[in-house]
């Protein structure tokens, strides 16, 4: 510094700082508020196209239309098909004759690196988790992305038992992920070797998705079967 | 250019004995190597002699490249890469791929060693880093294992050791199905202790009838090649013996708090690369500590370490790990117990 | 505050821009912005949508710092500073939810985290809160391309290696042995040390060049005179 500085650097006041401060900040809000809407329709219509995916995978091949739930204190109510999902909304499938096939949940937990998300299949009927796609995972590729592609880990989706016990309160045996090869029940999954911590994300996601909403679906399950009838007369 | 002085040698007392030179060390410890390494071709045929033929010349090649890349007098002549190699083959399967095994190779010498600014100045022991690396980089491949005297072993190769460069190695399962004594299943004793609940018997771990490792199914072979280098002065025998007591301490305390969840002291001890790796791993002597009670005590943590993470980590064998871990802890041990200079006394704080 | 004395306005050159491509370049040079570099370079894509993103908060960001700076006081200007870079990471956290889904997915929290890179309010603090609007946009712009530019070398390899592709085309046969690592964490220790050490050999060799050239002249000098 050639010029010579005071000795003491004059503290500019408080307000005009704050005021300065306000300023920037409400530069910042504009941009954001600015590019916030503009991208928002952007935004929903991606993650609609990515749960329209999702549930034409999951949902049976004769589901031709599909209603979507909102579980509230043991209540379902109908809502709009593109209501954001909280995790706490069924979507139902039905056939031609508005008969339901099948039902689709999510579920989440922490993985290994982030939360992972999956959309399922449950059948009320035979009361088997089906089959699942995931929604969202940052997985180690190699490993914890297995669990998509790992073919005796989707073995275990053929029919993972989810009943949901006498007085329609809780899953009748809990969810749960066994170590690779020692898979007893139909309600336990056989982890995948080398993507343990993945695999038990999954058992934990599905055990709580399943307590949460199965007995709420055993209870409704009048509801849920007529309700397409009910709308299209 | 700058003048050559003349070289004068400075050596400490006493003055008539001479103290072996690097090479020299190294040459001897290179023999005692090649028994073991001439009952691992026995046992697995050529496969395993290609292996360590590839290692060691991809270990030598690395330390010529470094030296040159590093305008320094290359080094390959203190043998002591040739080691490195020869270390490295006895750690795999004897069916490892041989591009594989060259890749283990090279990341010793440049991760383990040249990193570092060569030999005596490295951390951890230079093969046990680059298997560390193939374990990570060819989880599938470091873990499958061929039967020992397999029929056609010195005529043909094992299938998984030629695969092209870069490509997955071809199944052994077959192979090993057609060429097995009888009803091998390719797992070795570790791995049928921890998924099978099957103990290997001791003798034929002794003997060295078993899967594994080229270079660790004889336990007595590795123990008479160990006395020809105490006996030369050349090996520590404390290091060797320090891990074995860890080994056999942490062993036999879970033996006898379950003995039929946790398997006996002497099978922890002569199951898997334990012996090998305390004879010729552990007793590096650029990597292993030099104080006698850092000697003590680092040996007990990779014998501690190794029981612990063979009985409670998801991995069969965890001897590399844990002395991996004991070269990491070597420096601040060794700060910790340097020995009192005589006479001097210690400061007050 | 009292305004500094009107100084002459160097040009805006182009070697302010090829400074952050290789004399200066933010990761191999500067070391500066590794977390994210070591984190989403398992795939060239994700290298470069990370790379993307960055350009866009450290030029926008530094825009917008270098055009306010007579009017930012000194005492607030950290603030300040991160105040406008999460402005613009908030706008990047949109726009590729907007434009891919899955992208957004891949990189997971790692956009939010360009908040906390230092690279960009070092380049704020540093350069744009000193030098002229059209400096600063070019300065960071340079920046950005050579943060990319290191992403990308790292996200290739790592992905070649790692599993045998490269954008998502399989570049190697069918049959071909992925190396794990190099997707892991460690993997991007690894590379990144393996291109450190290939650069700064290159840079020696050279400066050793210059200097046996510079040795040798200076003796037909002496000879000479």
Known sequence: MSNPDPQIPQLPSSLSLIQKLGAVALISGLLVAMVYEYTKPMIADNQRVALEAALYNVLPASASSRLTFRLEDDQLTLVPDDTPNEGDLIYAGYDNEHKLVGIALTAAAQGYQDTVKILYAYDPYSSCIKDFVVLKSTETPGFGDKIATDESFLKNFECLDAKVNEDQSALAHAIKTVRHGTKKNPWEI???????????AVGRMLDKSGQFFHPAIAQNLNLLENAQRSTQP | MAEKSPKIDIRTSPYIRRAPTVPEIMRHVVYALLPICAYSVYQFGISALTSMIVTTAAAVGAEHFFCR??????????????????????????????????????????????????????????????????????PVAITTWTPAFALNRFSEFIPSTLAFPFMTADPTAEWTLNTAIDGFTGATPLALMKFQGVMTDA???????????????????????????????????????????????TAGFFHLMNPSQYPSASFM????????????????????????????????????????????????????????????????????????????????? | MSTPAPKQETPVTLEIFTAG????????????GLCPTLAVTNSLANALAMGAATIFVLVGSNALVSGLRHFIPKQIRITTYIIIIATFVTLVDYLIQAISLEMYNALGAFIQLIVVNCLILGRAEAYASKNSFNKSVVSAAGMGVGFTFALACLGSVRELLGSGKLLGFQVFSDNFEPWVVMILPPGGFIVLGSWLILFKWI???????????????????????
């Open chain 3, 21 to 32: 491509l290789w004399k200066e370049n933010p990761i191999f040079v500067m070391m500066l």
């Open chain 2, 69 to 138: 890349m590093a305008e320094k007098r290359s080094t390959i002549g203190d043998f002591s890469a040739v080691i490195t190699g020869l270390l490295l083959a006895l750690t795999l399967p004897p069916g490892f791929p041989l591009w594989m095994g060259a890749v283990g190779g090279f990341i010793s010498i440049a991760l383990g060693k040249a990193l570092f600014g060569g030999l005596g100045f490295n951390v951890f022991n230079p093969a046990l880093v680059g298997r560390a690396f193939v374990q990570a980089a060819f």
């Open chain 1, 190 to 200: 056989d982890a995948i070797a080398g993507a343990t911590i993945t695999s038990n």
């Open chain 3, 203 to 225: 840079e020696q060799r050279q400066t050793k060049k210059i200097i046996s050239s510079d040795a040798a002249t200076h003796c037909t000098v002496k000879h000479n005179s």
């Open chain 2, 203 to 249: 003798k034929d771990l002794f003997l060295g009838t078993v899967a594994g490792s080229a270079g660790e199914p004889s336990s007595l072979l590795i123990l008479l090649c160990g006395a020809y280098l105490v006996y030369k002065k050349m090996l520590d025998w404390r290091i060797t013996a320090a891990v074995i007591f860890g080994t056999f301490i």
């Open chain 2, 269 to 349: 001890i002569f199951s898997g690369g334990l012996m090998f790796a305390a004879v010729f791993m552990t007793t590096d002597m650029v990597s292993s500590p030099v104080t006698p009670l850092g000697i003590f005590i680092i040996g007990f943590l990779v014998g501690f370490m190794t029981v612990i993470i063979r009985l409670f980590g998801a991995l069969t064998e965890a001897v590399m790990y844990a002395i991996l871990f004991g070269n990491a802890a070597t420096p601040i041990i060794e700060s910790f117990t340097q020995p009192r200079i005589f006479g001097a006394r210690r400061d007050k704080d």
